[in-house]
């Protein structure tokens, strides 16, 4: 997806960022499972990276990277993940596609366009390119495809990255799959922000 610079998005963001300060921070915590908080920050991983939110101010940062200034849609999948996350909320252990995320179907076809296609060209021909990038990132090997992943949006959203190299017949394919249940977590478009996230992580490995 597109970087996220305009003025509205920033105004969108510091909307959630003020709205954040007058959140129960300490019940929404405890509605995901998240106990790593305390009087200052509350930490989570993003796609296996460490981060903080500041409690006082709502900003979001990375311990040990002071210049870093997370994207919007970063930022927004965590915000969002606090704020929608449904309490008792579990995993079912159904993978589905995309397409089949409740209530995010309207959009497949961007999602297909913008996400899964690019990625795939970005790989074709070059399955053990994507390997090595699930390697240095950290993730799970899975044994599906050319090659696959398991990859910890947060600590209890994964996703399955899965590879399909092209031949004479066939192009390249890329697929990403969702728990069944990710919608408890997420609101629909946040799915959409995991998604291309998951692809930009791989693809910032070549």
């Not at 394919?173 to 996230?197: Q, W």
Request: glycine share 8%.
């Amino acid at each position: 997806m597109e970087e996220r610079t305009s003025d509205n998005y920033k105004r969108v963001l510091e909307k959630w960022r003020l709205d954040f300060l007058g959140w129960d921070q300490e019940a929404l915590c405890r509605k995901v499972g998240l106990e790593t908080f305390d009087g200052d920050v509350i930490r989570l991983d993003y796609f296996g990276i460490p981060h903080e939110i500041v409690r006082k101010t709502g900003r979001i940062r990375v311990p040990g990277r002071p210049a870093y200034e997370p994207s919007f849609d970063e930022a927004m999948a965590i915000y969002n993940f606090l704020y929608y996350a449904k309490p008792g909320a579990v995993n079912s252990g159904e993978w589905v596609p995309f397409r089949d995320v409740k209530d995010a179907g309207i959009f497949e076809g961007a999602f297909e366009r913008q996400v899964l296609e690019p990625s795939a060209r970005r790989f074709a021909g070059r399955p053990e390119a994507f390997l090595e990038a699930g390697r240095r990132l950290g993730y799970e090997h899975l044994p599906y495809g050319d090659a696959a992943f398991l990859v910890p949006a947060f600590f209890c959203v994964p996703l399955q990255a899965i590879f399909w190299d092209g031949d004479e017949e066939f192009p390249a394919k890329m697929n990403l799959l969702f728990d069944k249940n990710v919608t408890s977590f997420l609101h629909p478009e946040s799915v959409v922000m995991l998604g291309a996230e998951c692809m930009r992580q791989f693809t910032a490995c070549l």
